[in-house]
């Protein structure tokens, strides 16, 4: 871990950090980083410790595609991903219509609702935040009737199932 010592003229210095056990389990894995702004070798070392454990501990990763919603996101952004495939069952898609009046909006696909408790579906507003409401009802599998509509939601915005299995993933490439 490279950090500015200025108990040596503000030179660059670097801090060896290692995990005995990682390294008999896996072997010798060399990463160089600079940890910016960092003038302490304490905290070099933290920092170095922590980008082990991170790799040592956050072992899945999800690759795939978004739409233009997804490019306002930057590394280190925490997401939360509706995956068909991991929670098994169709989770998220987009809204085709909505009806701000009768509360409704019909879904890409059908969902169905789980046979108790409150089901909450997360929406996208209209300044790209993520807002949940309450499902009151579902009709035809598609139509979905909602505590509220919140402001900006529109046609082909994203929606995703709170009900169903999600997973929150740190964005690493944007």
């Known amino acids: 871990m490279n950090w500015i010592d200025p108990d040596n003229g503000w030179e660059t210095a670097t801090e060896l950090v290692e995990d005995t056990q990682a390294i008999a389990r896996y072997g010798r894995n060399v990463t160089k980083m600079d ?3 960092c003038t ?3 905290q070099a070392h933290r920092a170095g410790l922590w ?3 991170t790799e040592l501990l956050e072992t899945q990763t999800v690759d ?3 739409g233009a919603e997804g490019l306002r996101h930057v590394p280190g952004d925490v997401i939360e991903i509706c995956d068909d495939d991991y929670a098994g069952i169709s989770i998220g898609g987009r809204v085709l219509a ?3 009046q009768t509360r409704t909006l019909t879904l890409d696909r059908e969902i169905t609702l789980p046979s108790s408790g409150t089901t909450l579906i997360s929406l996208v507003d209209g300044s ?3 807002v949940s409401v309450e499902v009151q009802s ?3 599998g598609v139509k979905v009737k909602v505590s509220r509509v919140p402001d900006g939601v529109a046609e082909y915005s ?3 199932a709170e009900s169903c299995r999600r997973c929150a993933s740190s964005c690493s490439a944007a």
Request: hydrophobic share 40%; no cysteine.
């Open 138 to 140: 579902v009709t035809d």
């Open 35 to 37: 940890a910016f702004g």
């Open 128 to 130: 790209g935040n993520p």
């Open 51 to 53: 980008l082990i454990k």
């Open 64 to 66: 795939f595609s978004v």
């Open 98 to 100: 909505v009806n701000s």
């Open 158 to 160: 994203v929606w995703g």
């Open 40 to 42: 302490s070798r304490g």
